[in-house]
């Protein structure tokens, strides 16, 4: 475990905390006006390895060539020119911290989103060392200034990572549905500020899957299996790939499931939540495409749906579990978050490849007409 230290006085900024893998929604706007809740579980921290934050600067001032050593192979908005390696934190994990006073920190359209730079200081030197971001459709979280913090090791080392099987065991899933709050002018908690969405986590990690399984069509239809899976990835494949007799199928693999067959080209397999390891089978692997692991269990392995009686009562004695009424499924299709969606194709070396430019370009017309 570690705790991170201002770097100008060394004063104790953190809580012990264990590294896992950065998250696939980490940086995903939802919505707007939604209250999104803590990104990072309480005792633990994540690194982002690019640069993240200001000053940013836009994709005309930038050359390719350097781009594409930062490993960014198409055209963007803008990209960071802040140091690699932000920690991510949740923000009741931090101590000794203070908001800085009179700095706004970008953001107020109902909090902060750490746009103009830290907002957050060490409480014994006032040297900037992190931003807050609490703003609407944002996750909340605390992020270190990487160069202004330093991480130092605790007593007792971290457990081992789980293993596959430990996390099997474990069965953590990331649950499809959730109620998402808004900024509403009702109580606070009050039910009408509710209402059932599909997971804005599974949407990030749909978009950065999706980006994955157009790469590896090559141009090619893809077909994945029917259920969750499809009503999850196949209406986007079939709008944004050509028609064609060559179907390339993708499958689901991964611990606890059989192996795939050998036509099988392309495998949804999961990503470990504290290394960011991609599950790899036994055999040469074809392309890998990586789920979060609650997403990936979720779909490999769903929870069966609890019937509900058409008319009439239980028989007596029957134990119930239906205290609390089953997820109302969300209105509308399921869609795969666009800019994440993006943030991952640009990516991949792949967009170079003239097709698969050609969908990135039309990202903003698919999303016009529902597709995203």
Known sequence: MFVFVCAGCGGRLTVPLSQVALPAHAHQKYGNGIQLPVLMESGTFAVDPEP???PWRGWEEIRPDEAAARGVYAPVYALSDGAPGAIVIAPGDASGTMLIPGNRGGGYCCGLDGADGPN???????????SRIDDCSLWQALWLTPNAVR???????????????????????????????????????????????????????????????????????????GGLVGQVFQRALDALLPAGPRARCAVLAGPGLPASSEDTSILLVPSHPQTGETWAPADPAPYLVPLPFGVWLWLAFPGPELPVPA????????????????????????????????????????VRSPWLREILENLTHHMRAGLF
């Not at 002018?185 to 990030?204: I, K, L, M």
């Open 52 to 54: 993240w934050g200001p």
């Open 120 to 130: 957050v200081a060490c409480a014994q030197c006032y040297l900037p060392v992190a």
């Open 151 to 225: 991480r130092l090791p605790v007593d007792g080392a971290d457990a081992a990572p789980l293993s596959w099987s430990e996390l099997m065991a474990e069965g953590k899933g990331t649950p499809l549905f959730e109620p998402i709050a808004t900024w509403g002018r009702t109580a606070a908690g009050h039910w009408s500020n509710y209402w059932w969405s599909w997971s804005p986590q599974w949407e990030a990690a749909a978009g950065r899957a999706l980006a994955h399984l157009l790469a590896a069509s090559e141009g090619h239809p893809v077909m994945v299996p």
């Open 311 to 350: 008319s009439g009562t239980l028989p007596a004695g029957t134990l119930r579990d239906d205290f609390d009424p089953p997820a109302p499924r969300p209105g509308r299709l399921f869609r795969a978050d666009p800019e994440v969606l993006r943030h991952t194709l640009v990516r991949l070396p792949a």
